[in-house]
């Protein structure tokens, strides 16, 4: 047997309300490696990433991340073990710099000076345009500098797995390339990944592995190439125009 994958989701239902959206999910993502969710719209990726970071609690199932239970943790704890989540829309502060940002997303951890020199260090060396631009405000930095930045921000606090919620939403096809190019220099850097993604071709082929979510359950699962080459996917974008051209 390998060793246990650094988060672990198994048979996990979860919803809002009255409202139940996921249905037996279970998903792992190994250490430094890049993992793709995919599916239509309204499947319920994003349920999926709130449920992990603990903003909705699990009715049922387990999340095992780096050896601990997190299932039904508070988000806090959970960011704490190493589990960040830059959720869907770039959460920056507009109208503050590039650096006070990064400065930020290391709100209420102590970091000794080398260490936070060392952190700026790592980001800007993943990401230079953070260096050229850090005294202009994040509001005018293009839309992939700014997801750049989002995911920067995550970056300060040497996450261990990182979600990513959308990061190419709504950015030119151009700038779509420059961030899932940096998302894949991350798991270069250690950082092990959970992408969901609606540009499904290009998130396959940084992938490593990948799960097709469909109306809150796991349809197929595996490598991602095969993934890309298989029927599940064809059918869990059926009927939905303009991503099932895509996928
Ligand atoms: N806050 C909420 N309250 C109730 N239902 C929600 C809420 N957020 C999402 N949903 C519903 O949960 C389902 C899954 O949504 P979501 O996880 O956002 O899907 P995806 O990210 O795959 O597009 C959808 O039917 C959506 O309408
Ligand atoms: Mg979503």
């Known amino acids: 047997m390998s060793e246990a994958p650094l988060l672990s989701v198994r048979a996990v239902d979860a919803g809002y309300g009255h409202v139940d959206v996921l249905e037996n999910v279970s998903l792992d993502v190994g250490d430094r490696k890049i993992v793709a969710l995919v599916g239509r719209n309204g499947a319920g990726k994003s349920t999926l990433l709130r449920t992990i970071s603990g903003l909705i609690r699990p009715r049922r ?3 095992a991340f780096a050896g601990a239970n997190l299932a039904g943790a508070r988000p806090d704890a959970i960011v704490g073990a190493g589990l960040l989540h830059v959720a869907e829309g770039r959460r920056l502060f507009r109208r503050q710099t590039v650096d ?3 400065e930020l997303g290391r709100y209420g951890l102590r970091l000794t000076q080398a260490e936070h020199a060392r952190r700026i260090e790592r980001i800007h060396a ?3 345009i953070l260096r050229e631009k850090r005294g202009l405000h994040a509001g005018s930095l293009s839309g992939g500098q700014q997801q750049m930045l989002a995911i920067a921000q995550a970056m ?3 996450p261990k797995l990182l979600m ?3 990061p190419s939403l709504g950015l ?3 700038l779509v390339d420059q961030v899932l190019d940096a998302i894949a220099s991350l798991r270069a850097e250690g950082v092990a990944i959970l992408l969901v993604e609606q540009m499904v071709e290009r998130a396959l082929e940084i992938a490593d592995d990948a799960y097709v979510l469909q109306n809150g359950r796991i349809i197929a699962s595996g490598p991602a190439r095969e993934i ?8 869990a974008y059926m009927g939905e125009h303009g991503a099932a051209a895509r996928a």
């Open 164 to 166: 990513l919620d959308e």
């Open 100 to 102: 006070d940002n990064l």
């Open 126 to 128: 993943l990401f230079p």
């Open 61 to 63: 199932g387990q999340i």
């Open 228 to 235: 890309a080459a298989g029927d599940a996917l064809r059918a």
């Open 156 to 158: 300060m606090r040497a």
């Open 172 to 174: 030119a096809p151009v």
